[in-house]
């Protein structure tokens, strides 16, 4: 057995199981999970007819690269979205959802068969997969927290310039999750330097890109690069998805773009790998990014459920509307000390709402957990659930600060 799957954490899903044995929460409340950030609004009925439509391919094997149709499916909205070129024969890739590849792409670039051990940076709170892919991959890797004075961007001016030597790749969240920040154009000209330094390739995790709030909607990677006139996109690739874009997460269809040597390569990972998308799949991932009505539609949604939610856990909590994704990163309140796994397990059995303790989503760096003391809520249920969520919430709070 490989005895790196030993090195493997707990997903926080399974912490939070954990964390709730042997709870039985208040059977005068129907359940409510704002746990698991998994899109709950309708599948677009043009998307599921554009599926059914391709079922006709099922007789033929996909290739690795996709057809030509559906890489300028990508490269079409990279241009409608962001004002960016990309060559659909070299520059993009279909994926099977951006956690397939984002585990794949780090199987691609690391290379721990030098002297030093290889590093991977990760932001802090982050995605899972980050971790695991890197453990797995034979790397180190290296957490760097976020700043909640700053909009929680990452300091990644807290990384020595030793770790930057050694590292060989980055992953950018942005919109992150959990916290919903968006990293600006200085950002990622600063990240820019740090890799034409040092060599590193940055991974621009970009799933939460259409779900915003804001007038303008979030810089992309490739868009940063392009302001920047780094229009070869050297050593960045891009990764984003429809699952929450255009509410498939059960399609698992994304793409990736950027940099064709970093393409070439991850091509060749892909072919045995295995990781061909089918005709059927492609064809619905075709219609979807071909349409915007029905994003605009799903962005107006969330922006209802967040305008009704936030400003009554403002009340109690520290919270505010994030730049983007459909997360709330929510302090809790002092009378539970930063503990927000006592929050959570109690709010669970008074009030039967799950959440997710920020905790979980973050590992220890210089014996603080920038995770602790927040929770997550994901807002992907309709908007009277989520209200009705809050309310219970602020009842929750309310009477903790008066027993």
């Known amino acids: 057995m490989n005895p790196l799957l030993a090195k493997l954490q707990p997903y926080p899903f399974e912490r939070l199981r954990k964390l709730f044995a042997g709870v039985t929460p208040n059977a005068d409340f129907t359940p409510i999970s704002l746990g698991i950030g998994e899109p709950k609004h309708p599948t677009p009925p043009f998307i599921r007819q554009a599926l059914t439509d391709g079922l006709d391919g099922l007789a033929a ?14 490269t079409g909205w990279l241009q ?57 991959a034979g790397a180190e890797i290296v957490y760097v927290p976020s700043v909640p004075e700053r909009n929680f961007a990452v300091d990644w001016d807290s990384v020595p310039e030793a770790v930057w030597a050694r590292t060989q790749l980055i992953f950018v969240c942005s919109p992150g999750n959990p916290t919903g920040a968006v990293m600006p154009l200085e950002e990622w000209r600063k990240l820019f330097a740090l890799s034409d330094r040092y060599g590193f390739v940055i991974a621009s995790d970009e ?84 349409d915007e009505a029905h994003v605009v ?70 014996g603080e957990n920038p995770g602790r003391g927040r929770v997550r809520m994901a807002l992907v249920a309709g908007t009277d659930e989520c209200t009705e969520a809050a309310r219970r919430i602020v009842d929750f709070i309310q009477n903790r600060a008066l027993s």
Request: aromatic share 12%; proline share 6%; hydrophobic share 45%.
């Open 61 to 74: 094997y996909p290739a690795t690269a996709g057809d030509t149709r559906l890489r300028e499916a990508f």
């Open 80 to 136: 409608r979205r962001y004002g960016v070129a990309v060559d659909a024969a070299t520059q993009v890739l279909p994926v099977n959802g951006s956690r397939e590849a984002l585990f794949a792409l780090t199987q691609t670039v690391v290379d721990p068969s030098g002297p030093v051990a290889p590093v991977v940076i990760s932001p802090d709170p982050f995605y899972q997969i980050y971790e695991g892919a890197t453990l797995l």
């Open 207 to 290: 799933c939460y890109s259409e779900i915003y709030f804001r007038d303008e909607p979030p810089l992309g990677g490739l868009e940063a690069a392009t302001q920047l006139g780094r229009t070869d996109f050297k050593n960045l690739v891009m990764l984003t998805s429809l699952s929450k874009r255009s509410n498939v997460p059960g399609l698992r269809s994304g793409f990736v773009a950027g940099d064709a040597a970093i393409i070439k390569a991850f091509l060749l990972y892909r072919t045995y790998h295995g990781s061909a998308m089918g005709g059927a799949v492609a064809a619905a991932s075709i219609a979807a990014w071909g």
């Open 297 to 366: 539609e799903n962005r107006a949604m969330y922006h209802a459920k967040f305008a009704a939610v936030t400003p009554m856990l403002e009340a109690v909590m520290d919270v505010r509307l994030p730049d983007a994704a459909f997360y709330l990163w929510a302090g809790v309140p002092a009378a539970w000390n930063g503990d927000d796994q006592a929050f959570a397990r109690a709010l669970y059995a008074q009030y039967n709402v799950t959440v997710l303790p920020g905790s979980f989503l973050a590992r220890e760096v210089g």
